[in-house]
DNA sequence: AATGAATGAGGATTCATTCAT
DNA sequence: GATGAATGAATCCTCATTCAT
């Protein structure tokens, strides 16, 4: 029962602060969307930093699943730097819902110390994916370009959330590898 | 003196926003830091999204006063996007108070009909100008060059705001740089 | 079982109050504190107010207790008065948790009903022991000279529950033997 | 104005803990009280916390206005022990609102420190007054003199706050001061 | 122009209590 | 006998906003 419920109010936190744009919203709403009692919601997460950081946890657990779903079917380093750029927007991730939800959950690790702990163990772990794959291809580059691209993707990210048309992965993914192959060119 | 205290306002939300790292800023902490009494600002701004949205207006207009800056010493295409790409990172924007700003209007924008208005209209004019200097050097290759460029500047924004370490608009603007020059490589 | 439990809840309650010192104490501290789920106090005690009236019973069992004992060794009416005077002190009562419970029973009395006549009772009957005992050696002065001990008396606690010296048994009912010998002196 | 309403504030916080007969008494009850909205109470204290410690300070600043100003008539060292005496037991101070929040306040000195460093003032100096006032009459016996005077005010407090018959000021000063007669008998 | 006074609305959190199992 | 699940009600506190001065 405990799963369930925490798993129902870690979903409804994230349509809940889709749906408003913002952190700001109450344990009610949360709670409403869940179908329970926010008392019940204080019961399972003690408090709403502790519901952000499970929803944080979940929004980068996907993320960290496609990666390694990807990166399982990569066998040179160009297809394992493709398989980071593909993974950042899988369906699973680059829906409306999700990419307001990264919006601002970047703005909750301005002001929570254990949020920006958590998107930092991300950002490394991506970062050093794209290092290695990269390594074998640009060779010292490798450090701006993983920069580069991360940087990009991002950007994306940020753009989409403000973006009333929705959105294209495969464009993105093309904008993306398009960078990548340039920077490989240059050293061939 | 309503002009003084317009601006003392909009100085102190944007910087009350910084340090909070959100948009969770009462207006007397704003009043406060300005010197007034938080009756004051709203009869100067009426609610607070308007000083919210002044507080926009003020730094998007930085950012323009740059860009025409910059933009009047170009003569070239080539040196027109430099221009923009420079202007993105000039001491006047890329300064972590700002930076932090920003993050926070991408936020406002989501909830705020007017506050995404004032965005788009930003990243219009950002995205015509970047157009406008590439296509005699990328042709049909305009549109999507100036989406990759618009979206790595985004990032870096973001992914800055999220750095401990302060700016380095140096190495950022090599960055973007960087990417342009490989776009056009192609195209020559 | 059901005795075990009960017991163990009222040692719970009682020591919760007094290292609360107030009975702003939940039922989860006492059941936590008793080893078993707050819904089982429940089941057992109905009621918070309940567990107070049976964790104020036991207090003022106890001191009853050590009234008869000391009592049972008694045979003149002087005997009899310092009986009374030194079960006030002894080991069982006069120990800081046991001081700081009482101070709170006595503002649990302000608001139930229930424990007002708990409390009363146990007035009642110290005073006509007090009386009773008094009664040979002072005659007519019996009344305040009751009055008089049982304050000091009360006063002590009071005053004890305040300090963060531990209990001195033996000068508190030097002080009270004190006052009562000089009532006595005066009808020789 | 923020006089006006600090003082009817504290004014309905003693009023309503006498009602109660607890701590357990709400902002919103006390603003009611006292004509304001809770928003306002919070404005001018703060916390609850806060407006318990001015009702304290409001209690036993009038205690100490009663000491001084009977102190004042008094010249030798009985008169100034007698009062010291009258004083705790003067129309302003032994009412039964007075007396329950009294009992509340000792309450309130377990689980604040604030609250307790308040009380100790008070007792400290009430002490000293009295053993200042004893030692010309009773030397070496003065500590314990003013011991056990000083717990039998405190007891005949405790005990009133529970009784349901109105305070006898008189006799309980007759009490008290028949006990200083007897101890300083002996001194003679 | 400027502010202190004042509040309604709302939000996070806690808790005694109930109930199905 | 024992408990986890669940909640309604209540509490402290905050805040944007208004208004009289």
């Known amino acids: 029962m405990e799963n369930i419920r925490r798993s129902d109010l870690v979903a409804a936190t994230i349509a809940a602060i889709a749906e408003t744009g913002s952190l700001d919203v109450t ?33 980068l657990a996907l993320f960290g699943t496609e990666v390694q779903l990807l990166l399982g079917k990569s066998d040179t380093p160009r297809e394992r730097v493709e398989a980071i750029i593909r993974a950042s927007f899988a369906e699973s991730n680059f829906r409306q819902e999700i990419i307001s939800a990264w919006l601002n959950f970047y703005v ?23 290092v290695y794959g990269l390594r074998p291809l640009v060779k010292d580059h490798a450090e701006p ?3 580069g ?22 464009y993105m993914v093309a904008l993306v590898i398009d960078y990548f192959d340039r920077i490989c060119e240059q050293h061939r």
């Open 27 to 59: 344990m009610r709403q949360i709670a409403k969307r869940a179908g329970v009692s926010s008392a019940l919601a204080h019961h399972y997460f003690g408090t709403k930093e502790q519901i952000f950081l499970s929803s944080m946890r979940h929004v």
């Open 149 to 170: 691209i991360a940087a990009m993707i991002d950007g994306i990210y940020v753009r989409q959330s403000l973006s009333r048309s929705s959105p294209d992965p495969e």
């Open 108 to 130: 909750q690790a301005q002001r929570s110390e254990a949020a920006a702990r958590l998107l930092n163990i991300y950002r490394s772990r991506l970062r050093s994916n794209l």
């Open 145 to 147: 370009a993983a920069e």
